[in-house]
C-alpha cells in the first residue's frame, strides 16, 4: 500500500502561481510513476501531468504544457506541481496518484485531493 498526501492548494489570481506537494509513504518503490490530475465541478477527471521516479522522465496534458512542471525529491519521496500563468480554467480539485507502471494507463493509489481556485 502506497499512501499520498497533498498540500499546496488554494485562491490565487489569473496569472498567479502555486505550488502543490505530494508526500508519498508506504511501500513505494523507485519504479513506480506519479503524477496529477484534475477534476473541474461537473467534469471527468483529467490526466495534467506525470514522472518516471526511476528516470524522471516527464509527460503532460496540452493544455497546461509550458506552464505547468512536474518534479520530484527522491531524498523526500515527495512529488511537486509547479503551476504558473495560472488561467480560471485551471480550477479544480488536483488529485496526486501513484501507479506501479503509469497513471495514464491506470491509478493504483489516489491522494484525497486538493482545492485549487484560480480567480479572473
Known amino acids: 500500500q502506497v499512501q499520498l498526501v497533498e498540500s499546496g492548494g488554494g485562491l490565487v489570481q489569473a496569472g498567479g502561481s502555486l505550488r502543490l506537494s505530494c508526500a508519498a509513504s508506504?511501500?513505494?518503490?523507485?519504479?513506480?510513476?506519479m503524477g496529477w490530475f484534475r477534476q473541474a465541478a461537473g467534469e471527468e477527471r483529467e490526466f495534467v501531468a506525470s514522472?518516471?521516479?526511476?528516470?524522471?522522465?516527464?509527460s503532460y496534458a496540452d493544455s497546461v504544457k509550458g506552464r505547468f512542471t512536474i518534479s520530484r525529491d527522491n531524498t523526500k519521496v515527495t512529488v511537486y506541481l509547479q503551476m504558473d500563468s495560472l488561467k480560471p480554467e485551471d480550477t479544480a480539485v488536483y488529485y496526486c496518484?501513484?501507479?506501479?507502471?503509469?497513471?495514464?494507463?491506470?491509478?493504483?493509489?489516489w491522494g484525497q485531493g486538493t482545492q485549487v481556485t484560480v480567480s479572473s
Open positions: 514522472i518516471s521516479w526511476s528516470s524522471g522522465s516527464t
Open positions: 496518484a501513484a501507479g506501479r507502471v503509469s497513471v495514464v494507463g491506470g491509478v493504483d493509489w
Open positions: 508506504g511501500r513505494f518503490f523507485s519504479t513506480y510513476t
